[in-house]
């Protein structure tokens, strides 16, 4: 007789189903496609007369609408189809103005007992929500050529500083040759430099009449270069998608000069690239003195309070072009700070400026271009027209203690403004020139087709295993085919506890893991029947099955999600989806092919006597 399944593995079997089958439920639930209105700035309140007239312009439009949700300044309304989502944004968008986004959005339906227990269903990907994918690229010698232009001015200045006496300082394709009369006054200069920019790789060489020093940024710094830039364009970008008010946006670094950014439900592709590709700047200038001529002021607002302001002179001390970094920190007394780095060129007018402005108050303007919709009409019809607008407003307005210089602090923050300005200085503009590699987009009707046909083709291909396994393997068969269901349920848990976006290759990886799921038990019974054979009882026919084929099926299945880990760390974003749904039921299948299945089988033929077994073939 087989001998007794261990307690703790029924048990095991039986915790995992039931948890699986508790988070794979959500995903039994579709959302809802709706629209998401929001305030476009702090400020903005979601009144009742504005809810009114959404309601009124929908109702306007014939589209229908229900479940409506508010949570704070965010308003929810769930549609009938997914069809109506772009006429119903156009008409609420027309109504309420830029100051609010309205956004397309999923609205779960999930049962309120899975949510408690923290189930959640899978998210779709790009390729099954439908939308745009963006792939641009950061223009890193452009950005490491103009970090080696500013060294350049910093030089000039820092040599006259220390009375160091050259004859040019030039940028010869990312080098900067520094050239001198006399071997003496190199040498100097070699002394300074290697002492104060450690960042430089220094070679010596004579031209002519000249002693030069050749100096090449190393290539530490200029990762450090690269991976500033890229964090910065990283942050600028999630800005200003953030505007686009698109739910569950995608922007990630992809290598080393990359950034992905995907936008499900987005159709327009030319606007979405105009707000990617928007100027935002900074500007420092100090506070007007009280009786200065309007000539020479401009009143602004505080850009977390519209109604506050305050009169600034016209003169801009520097621009955010010249904020190398910028670092939310606290100060002697634990109060909130940002720590600002301006370059050569910038640190110099900021010292000349303040260091007759001590006592004063210089403010921070935050400069935006950004595109404003209005409406006309055209041939008796009321057509959309987007236009550029520049908003300037005021995010910090600090006394100046002492004269400014390269490196500064500005103080006087409340809680959670550090974080904020520091954003701001670094998000203000992109760090580094991007540019648009590659572009496609996915019509919500294709992805929905794309999940209608990715079903279908793992219900015939779990159809067609099933049936197989049947006939030839009768009632182990059925014991494999349970097993592979459970598989199906167990990973689908899995990628919804983790919040693994569901792709179409996803789905491809689905339909090879209901392949491979049961290609295990293959293995298995095929060895059970060669023990049969071999004048096994059946009870030792099963137990030396399970046994003499674990390890094969160990290391067929080791090379796999080998395999399957290598696609996830060098693939890209359909790549990865694959690699993660394939390493995942690898692993499930393992559990369900082995585990399961044995489970079953000595529930079935366990504890008394059996003279044959149903497991096909001639035996």
């Known amino acids: 007789m087989l001998n007794k399944y261990p307690l703790w593995k029924n048990l095991l079997i039986v915790v995992v189903l039931v948890l699986s089958v508790i988070y794979a439920a959500p995903n039994l639930y579709p959302p809802d496609p709706a629209i998401q209105i929001t305030p476009s700035r702090s400020g903005a309140e979601l009144t009742e007369e504005t809810l009114s007239r959404v309601h009124k312009s929908l109702d306007d439009a014939g589209i229908e609408f229900f479940g409506e949700e508010q949570n704070g300044q965010t308003a929810l309304l769930r549609l009938r189809s997914s069809d109506a989502q772009l006429p119903a944004k156009s008409a609420v968008q027309r109504v309420i103005g830029d100051e609010f986004i309205v956004a397309l959005n999923l609205a779960p339906t999930t049962p309120q007992w899975l ?52 004859r040019r300082v030039v940028v010869e394709d990312k080098t900067l040759r520094l050239s001198f009369d006399a071997a003496e006054v190199r040498g100097d200069a070699r002394n300074f430099i290697a002492k104060s920019y450690r960042e430089f790789v220094i070679t010596d060489e004579q031209e002519g009449q000249y002693f030069d020093l050749l100096l090449t940024i190393n290539e530490q710094q200029i990762k450090s270069f690269e991976d500033y830039a890229l964090k910065q364009n ?37 606007e979405a690239k105009k707000i990617l590709g928007k100027a935002a700047n900074l ?32 003169t801009v001390i520097t621009n955010g072009d010249s904020v190398t970094n910028a670092k939310p920190s606290f100060d002697e007394n634990g109060m909130p700070q940002v720590n600002i780095d301006l370059d050569a060129k910038g640190g110099a007018m900021m010292t000349q400026v303040t260091a007759k402005a001590i006592q004063r108050r210089m403010a921070v303007l935050f400069v935006e271009r950004k595109p404003k919709t209005t409406y006309e009409l055209v041939d008796g019809v009321e057509q959309p027209k987007t236009i550029q607008i520049t908003e300037k407003s005021i995010i910090s307005l600090a006394t100046i203690q002492s004269t400014l210089g390269n490196s500064f602090r500005i103080t006087g923050l409340e809680s959670g403004e550090a974080s904020e300005l520091s954003l701001l200085l670094r998000a203000g503009a992109l760090a580094a020139p ?15 087709e794309n999940i209608q046909m990715g079903v279908q083709s793992v219900v015939i291909g779990l159809g067609l295993v099933l049936l197989a396994m049947t006939v030839f393997y009768r009632v ?30 996803g789905i491809a990886g689905i339909v090879l893991t209901v392949g491979m799921a049961v290609d295990a038990n293959v293995l298995i019974f095929a060895r059970i029947r060669e023990e049969m054979k071999n004048g096994r009882s059946p009870q030792q026919a099963i137990h030396e099955g399970y046994d003499r084929a ?55 033929y366990g504890g008394r006597r059996v003279e044959s077994l149903s497991i096909g073939g001639k035996v």
């Open 550 to 604: 674990f390890l094969t099926i160990f290391d067929a299945n080791l090379t796999t999600l080998i395999v399957a880990v290598i696609l996830f760390a060098v693939g890209t974003g359909p790549v990865k989806g694959f690699a993660v749904t394939l390493s995942f039921g690898i692993l499930t299948s393992m559990f369900t092919a082995i585990v399961v299945t044995r489970a079953i089988v000595n529930l079935i």
């Open 434 to 448: 991007m540019y648009f590699v590659e572009e496609r987009t996915v019509g919500p009707s294709l992805g929905k």
């Open 115 to 166: 949510i408690d227990l923290g189930a959640g269903p899978m998210t779709l990907g790009l390729d099954l929500s439908g939308g745009v994918h963006f792939l641009m690229e950061v223009d890193m010698d452009e950005y490491v050529t103009g970090k080696i232009n500013n060294y350049r001015q910093e030089l000039r200045t820092r040599l006259r500083e220390e009375n160091i006496k050259y």
């Open 476 to 505: 182990f068969g059925i014991v494999a085919n349970i097993a592979l269901l459970a598989n199906i349920v167990v990973l689908v848990a899995l990628m919804s506890i983790i919040g693994a976006t569901l792709t179409l290759p």
């Open 234 to 270: 990283l942050t600028t970008i999630r800005n200003r998608v953030n505007e686009l008010g698109v739910a569950e946006p995608l922007v990630q670094r992809q290598g080393r000069n990359r950034i992905v950014v995907e936008l499900p439900g987005v159709q327009d592709t030319a």
């Open 283 to 314: 500007e420092f200038r100090l506070e007007a003195l009280p009786g200065a001529s309007r000539f020479q002021t401009e009143e602004y607002p505080f850009r977390a309070d519209e109604f506050r302001s305050a009169k600034l002179e016209k």
